[in-house]
């Protein structure tokens, strides 16, 4: 494959991963609930978290699954074209999800979707994830300092599993999924951040 050829693939494969990444599950969900707009309560946010403050765990639940695999989708089918295919695609279902062009480029916070990028990567980095942001969770109550924390780790799990290319793309993931969750470390040093499970 010629490098102009590989270029065009590797667009696609980031296209393609933005489409999927783009689609604003919590959103759709809520409105098929008869919610209305999640976007209107709550931290105005698409996903699981703010879906939660509905009161619908369910619904938030669904979220949360949607989220993650179109990240791992993205990831897995663009795999069958090479491993490098497979990291551009969740870059682009990263980005997606971050900034869905169907809602004006103001989407999630990335945190579902990154676990989902990184169930498709490298399964075992999603578990540490996982693992992580339960146990800050389950002693904090605080669902973003638990996705904050966890998220900071996953470059140096990931560059312990051996693989350097991988965490260095997972820094840049990070790196955008804090400055998004700017506000939230705003209201966590101000001691005003909401808790897992508060409405409102």
Known sequence: ???EANLLHLLAALIFGYLLGSIPFGLI???????GDVRKIGS???G???????????????????????GTAAVVIA????????????LGAFLGHLFPVWLGFKGGKGVATFIGVLIGLKPVAALVFC????GVAFASKYSSLSALIASAATPVVL???GEPGMAGIAVILVALLWWKHSQNISRLLAGTEGKI????
Request: charged fraction near 15%; proline fraction near 2%.
């Open 1 to 3: 494959m010629s490098d």
């Open 29 to 35: 969900f809520t409105r098929m609930a008869g919610l």
């Open 44 to 46: 105005g946010n698409i």
């Open 48 to 70: 699981a978290t703010n879906v939660l403050r509905t009161g619908r765990k369910g619904l938030a639940a669904a979220t949360l699954v949607g989220d993650a695999l179109k």
């Open 79 to 90: 795999a069958q074209w090479g491993p490098q295919f497979a990291t551009v695609a969740a």
């Open 131 to 134: 693992l992580i942001w339960l």
């Open 159 to 161: 560059w312990l599993l």
């Open 197 to 200: 499970g508060q409405k409102g």
